[in-house]
């Protein structure tokens, strides 16, 4: 593997953005909820256009949520802020939606260990936030690199070069790459791999309650 680092900071109480197939969302609610010792509660948001609808599929529900919310207008964003600020803490929030930004006046207000933010977002469909790490998918290339870095600054993409001749070999390994900036003395952040797989298949269940819960969530989304 290249010289890159692991990445070794906890995210909980953190806000970041991982980007690939549902699968990977879920492992990393998995491993901070693992973090936590399951106390708490997991909430998923679905965040859609007034027009739009939901693509993230029934994967997402063969998991244990403690509340799912659908977000599609500000008395909505305050009924996930009032549940937040209210529910017994640690929170684990996965928001999920079709590429819009999350609310700033919400995010602003999860800080500190109490509310981990973790946005689920695939190669089209990603939204903004002020990340403060961004999680790359296994199999990742220059071109997305650079997209999504860009996102936070130009700068940013200076540190694409020294990493793109290796990012096969990062995946071969079976690591991924992440963008960090908790705690980093250079203010573009910095880039480390991290293990993708970590938190899989934790709190799953079975598939007849997994259909129960989607027949539910279809039913609230009408």
């Not at 739009?52 to 909505?76: N, T, V, Y």
């Not at 819009?100 to 800080?111: E, F, K, M, T």
């Not at 689920?120 to 997305?144: A, H, Y």
């Not at 938190?199 to 279809?218: F, Q, R, Y």
Request: glycine share 10%; hydrophobic share 40%.
């Amino acid at each position: 593997m290249s010289s890159l680092e692991g990445f070794s900071e906890h995210i909980r109480g953190r806000r970041s953005l991982v980007i690939g197939e549902v699968a990977d969302w879920l492992a990393k609610i998995g491993a901070v909820e693992s973090e936590s010792l399951y106390k708490g509660r997991s909430v998923l948001v679905i965040h859609e256009a007034v027009r739009g609808g939901f693509s993230g599929g029934p994967a997402l529900f063969r998991k244990r949520w403690d509340c799912i919310f659908r977000i599609r207008d500000s008395f909505e964003a305050q009924m996930l802020a009032t549940y937040v600020a209210n529910a017994p803490k640690p929170v684990r929030i996965l928001w999920t939606g079709s590429g819009q930004d999350i609310p700033r006046a919400l995010w602003q207000r999860w800080s500190g260990n109490d509310v981990t933010l973790i946005g689920g977002g695939g190669g089209s469909d990603l939204f903004g936030c002020e990340w403060e790490v961004i999680f790359f998918p296994l199999r990742n290339t220059r071109q997305l690199t650079e997209k999504i870095l860009g996102m936070r600054g130009s700068s940013m993409r200076s540190l694409v070069p020294a990493v793109a001749p290796h990012l096969d070999e990062i995946a071969e390994s079976g690591a991924a790459l992440v963008w960090s900036n908790i705690d980093e003395s250079d203010t573009r952040g910095a880039l480390y791999w991290h293990d993708p797989k970590e938190g899989a298949n934790a709190d799953m269940v079975s598939k007849d309650e997994a259909v129960g819960m989607l027949e539910d969530v279809i039913r609230i989304l009408k």
